[in-house]
Every structure is written in C-alpha cells, then in structure tokens.
C-alpha cells in the first residue's frame, strides 16, 4: 500500500497527515507541484536480478516513461539486501534535473523537503513519483532492500545528485519505523 505522511520539521517524528488512497495521496503532493500516480503493471523481475535481466523485463516500461516525461538519461535503483559498497541513500540531495521515480517491483521511501514540510512517500510496484529539478530530496530502503525500480532524468548533466550537507533527513522516520 503507497503511503504519504506528512511532517513539519519542529515534529520530524510525528506526521501532521498520513494518506493512503491514491487519489488523496496524488492530490496532496500536487499541491506542492509533485505528481504522483500509481499505474499497475504486469512486470516480473526480482530486485537484484542482473542488469542484462532487469533491461529485457523493463524495457517497454522504460521506454514509456522516457518518452512521456522527456527523459534524456535512466539509472536502475536495485537492490536485494545490504551492500556496504553502495552508497547511503538517505543522505539529502537535489538533482538539476526532473527525476521520475518508477518502482518496478518492492518498495521504498522519497522523502521531499517542500516548502515548510517534509512529505514522505512510500512507494510500491506500480507507483511513479515526478519530482522537479531542485527539490531536495532523500530515498529509505530501509535495513533489508528489496527494491528495483527506474529512475529517468530529464537531462544527463541534471542526474548526479549535488548532497546539501544537511543531516537533519535522519531525524525523519524511515521506511522500516512506519
């Protein structure tokens, strides 16, 4: 089930809001100029499945999301189980570019720091989250990964994150304390 919880940053560790019907869930975030929507799919992959893999089961996929939201450039987000080599995904970041964020499979948490609040999006297989060039932003796996999901950026230049220092994303619940 895709969950939005909703915090102000004076109480990161009690949500103002916590929605779990996606009309409610897309209507919130597109306030605050974030699309959200969930659309079934028939995809069978097993997050951490190889590339080669991952790229025949998800190409169809892929190829609409590039299309629909001018995607100029992808990466796989796949995990299955800790791997101390990748790096911490809950470390705050912004990217100059849109990201489109498609979970093929598992699940995992996009926290966006939007105006004066943190909205917390938990996303499962089927849900696509559309985050702007510049939001700041953070992902939880949470202690076990089990995620595999395409991340399209609209430009090459605009896909690697510039982390903003900021450690106060850690004082925010995660997927695994939900």
Not at 2 to 7: A, D, G, R, Y
Not at 17 to 34: C, N, P, R, S
Not at 51 to 75: N, Y
């Amino acid at each position: 089930m895709s969950i939005l919880s909703v915090f102000h940053p004076s109480s990161p560790e009690l949500p103002n809001k916590v929605l779990t019907h996606h009309d409610d869930i897309t209507a919130t975030l597109a306030e605050q100029g974030l699309r959200f929507m969930h659309r079934p799919h028939e995809l069978r992959v097993r997050p951490g499945s190889g590339q080669d893999e991952v790229m025949a089961a998800c190409s169809g996929l892929l190829d609409q999301l590039m299309s629909e939201h001018g995607g100029a450039a992808f990466t796989l987000l796949n995990r299955d189980g800790v791997d101390p080599g990748q790096i911490d995904l809950r470390d705050e970041h912004v990217h100059d570019a849109d990201e489109v964020f498609a979970v093929v499979t598992g699940r995992g948490q996009v926290s966006l720091r939007v105006n004066d609040y943190v909205f917390a999006v938990l996303c499962e297989k089927g849900d696509v989250l559309v985050v702007p060039a510049g939001v700041r932003r953070w992902f939880d796996l949470g202690d076990a990964p089990f995620c595999l999901a395409l991340r399209v950026f609209g430009s090459e230049q605009g896909m690697p994150p510039r982390f903003t220092g900021d450690d106060s994303a850690r004082q925010f619940p995660g997927i695994d304390e939900f």
